[in-house]
């Protein structure tokens, strides 16, 4: 028996002998993935429903894009500390998030109609959970995509403030494009990933949840972003 062969047959035996946490935290990974969208979803539906809320937040530019900056800290804090932070902590940072990002998405259902609302999340549903299947059973590596992924999520920022100020509908639609493919191959590539750092953790265990924690975190930004990409190609129909 060769050097291949014994590693091989010790990543089997590893596999085998994990397997007891690893699907309990792939659980967890989709739950908390679930519950962040649900509550974004009852949030922007919740604010959108209140004039009040809505001019509070929209009237002021100060409030709305402060909402933003508090998205944004949440996630990097949540990032950078999450080693040092406790899963109730943790995930009580997720939550806030989730409903922040809520607020700040309520504009949607002032925008396009509930028809198109619904029907570009169902696609998003489906292209999101064909991709979570491709990058959780394929055999192929993809985390040289990483690289260009990261790349490519530069490119279209710049693009999207770029076109602030251009205001060109047909650069918009190739931005939307780009930003679905984008993140269609994101699903899959960080699908992978978690799948991977999960299979390294041999106890479903507080260190082991809050990496299953951040996992969720990835999802659920890939599929609100495809969610908005997709939103912006449909509601051009609208």
């Known amino acids: 028996m060769n050097v291949q062969e014994l590693e091989r047959k010790m990543m089997g035996g590893k596999d085998a002998y994990l397997s007891q946490a690893f699907p309990a935290l792939m659980r967890k990974v989709y739950t908390w993935m679930a519950l962040a969208l649900v509550i974004t979803a009852v949030t922007a539906y919740g604010v959108a429903g209140s004039p009040l809320l809505m001019n509070t937040i929209y009237s002021s530019k100060l409030l709305f894009f402060g909402l933003i900056g508090v998205e944004l800290a949440l996630v990097f804090w949540l990032s950078a500390r999450i080693a040092k ?64 992924f990261f790349m490519a999520l530069i490119g279209l920022i710049i693009a999207g403030v770029v076109n602030v100020f251009w205001q060109n509908s047909m650069f918009d639609l190739l931005i939307s494009c780009v930003g ?38 990835a999802l659920y930004l890939d599929f609100v972003n495809l969610f908005l990409y997709l939103l912006r190609i449909f509601g051009r129909r609208d």
């Open 85 to 148: 932070l406790s899963l109730s902590t943790a995930t009580l940072m997720f939550t806030i998030y989730s409903a922040v990002n809520g607020a700040t998405l309520s504009f949607i259902f002032y925008v396009y109609s509930p028809t198109v609302i619904v029907q570009t999340f169902l696609v998003t549903a489906a292209s999101f959970g064909a991709m979570a299947a491709y990058g959780y059973f394929t055999k192929s590596d993809l985390s040289s995509w990483g690289r260009l």
């Open 180 to 217: 679905v493919l984008l993140f269609v191959g994101l699903t899959a590539y960080d699908t992978q990933k978690i799948k991977e750092m999960l299979s390294m953790q041999e106890f479903a265990d507080e260190p082991a949840q809050k990496v299953a924690l951040m996992g969720a975190l």
